[in-house]
């Protein structure tokens, strides 16, 4: 080939000005390309059908596209979804035309403008300054910067990777000061196994499982403590005795007294998506539009919670990997975990030994499901994730360390 021609696969801004600069292009000429050179499509749902006209219109005016339904045109559907294309600087010249206009388009010019700001920045959390406590503000100074690993330490007799081998209060601490050694950020202690299957248990019985364990964590390692719990009471006993975060499958739907708790302490929380529960959660999961219905709840939640007092600077989400999916649909899940970032909140994926990788690698058992893992950890990091939840803490950790270095240009 004469000119050695080839499509350029560039993700971030620093990566085409780097390229252009190869090129010896002058700096007001990439400030001038720059916004031509990323290219997005973004989705809306529900959109009345004049505002749809409209986008149409003032996207194919600005040199993008706006694709809807077929059925919009004749006027047969009185709403639909629309599909927006085009280059950043199409966006920010339609979007500019769509605030001047009336019907609501200002505010979706918002939305809009928010979905591609949050998908290309880090999310915004609290001031790590803020913190009394040096491992949670450790945690928040570095989302962004690097991925963040939450070692696993369940102490329950029945959870579906290491059930029963932490039962008691000195194997589990052992084991949560070796994953701090070995790399955590965050040790997630959890006193309920939330298998497909499983059945619920009481509050107290959590509590006694999950406070002396996080009570002498929280005196021993240089790691913050989550609990994994989706009960306020659980919660509550182990902040009081030195857990740092929430981690709630159920998004504080489960409990309605989680978000109380939650405003009370001004903690940071992961906000997970389950469909069902996790006694029903696996027997028939179903959704028209994965993605959509996911970020959807998960919006819908943050929501709920702000409203009621919390600082969304101190949510994290979590799409609920194995958390009512079929294997197809997790596997869609990693494919396309960035869009997840048009939320603006840190992303939190666990995929640690999840039956789907079994599945996929042609029904391995547990204990042999870990290049599986790393092949999810791996492509979780370039998909976006900003921590990752893993039983296998030291690998993982080097995972995490070689894919920041070619993701984050950290090294």
């Not at 002058?26 to 290219?39: N, Q, S, V, Y």
């Not at 589990?172 to 499983?198: K, L, Y």
């Not at 929430?246 to 469909?275: G, K, W, Y």
Request: charged share 25%.
């Amino acid at each position: 080939m004469r000119h050695n021609a080839r499509v350029l696969r560039l993700d971030s801004d620093a990566d085409i000005v780097r390229e252009m600069k190869l090129v010896n292009v002058e700096d007001a000429g990439i400030r001038h390309m720059l916004p031509k050179a990323r290219h997005y499509m973004v989705k809306l749902e529900n959109v009345r059908r004049p505002i749809a006209h409209i986008l149409k219109e003032t996207f194919l005016s600005n040199g993008g596209d706006a694709a809807v339904s077929r059925d919009i045109i004749t006027a047969k559907i009185s709403h639909t979804d629309v599909i927006l294309c085009g280059t950043r600087k199409q966006f920010q010249r339609a979007c500019a035309s769509l605030l001047e206009q009336k019907f609501g388009c200002d505010k979706l010019a918002s939305e809009i403008e928010s979905a591609i700001r949050n998908f290309d920045s880090p999310a915004e959390v609290p001031d790590p300054e803020l913190f009394s406590d040096s491992r949670l503000a450790r945690v928040f100074r570095e989302i962004g910067r690097r991925t963040i690993v939450m070692g696993i330490l369940n102490v329950t007799p029945d959870s579906f990777s290491d059930g029963g081998r932490f039962v008691q209060t000195s194997a589990a601490v052992e084991h949560g000061r070796m994953m701090a050694e070995q790399g955590a950020d965050i040790i997630d202690v959890g006193g309920e196994s939330t298998r497909p299957g499983a059945e619920p248990v009481d509050a107290a019985v959590e509590i006694d499982r999950v406070v002396p364990v996080i009570r002498e964590l929280a005196q021993s390692v240089d790691a913050a403590i989550s609990v994994d719990t989706y009960k306020a009471d659980v919660a509550r006993a182990a902040l009081d005795n030195g857990a740092h975060i929430v981690n709630d499958i159920s998004a504080a739907s489960f409990d309605p007294q989680m978000i109380t708790v939650l405003v009370e302490r001004r903690c940071p929380a992961i906000f997970m998506h389950i469909q069902g529960t996790p006694r029903d959660m696996q027997l028939a999961p179903s959704y028209t539009d994965l993605m959509g219905e996911i970020c959807a709840y998960l919006r819908g939640r943050i929501r709920v919670a702000v409203d009621a007092g919390a600082d969304e600077r101190m949510l994290m989400i979590d799409p609920g990997f194995g958390f009512g999916k079929t294997v197809e649909h997790n596997l869609e899940i990693l494919r396309r975990l960035k869009e997840f970032r048009s939320i603006g909140r840190p992303l939190v994926i666990g995929t640690s030994r999840k039956s789907t990788i079994g599945k996929v690698l042609g029904g391995l058992p547990v204990e042999e499901r870990l290049e599986g893992t790393a092949s999810t950890v791996a492509l979780s990091i370039a998909g976006g994730a900003d921590i990752i939840r893993v039983h296998d803490v030291k690998e993982m950790a080097r995972v995490a360390r070689m894919t920041d270095a070619v993701v984050r240009h950290d090294w």
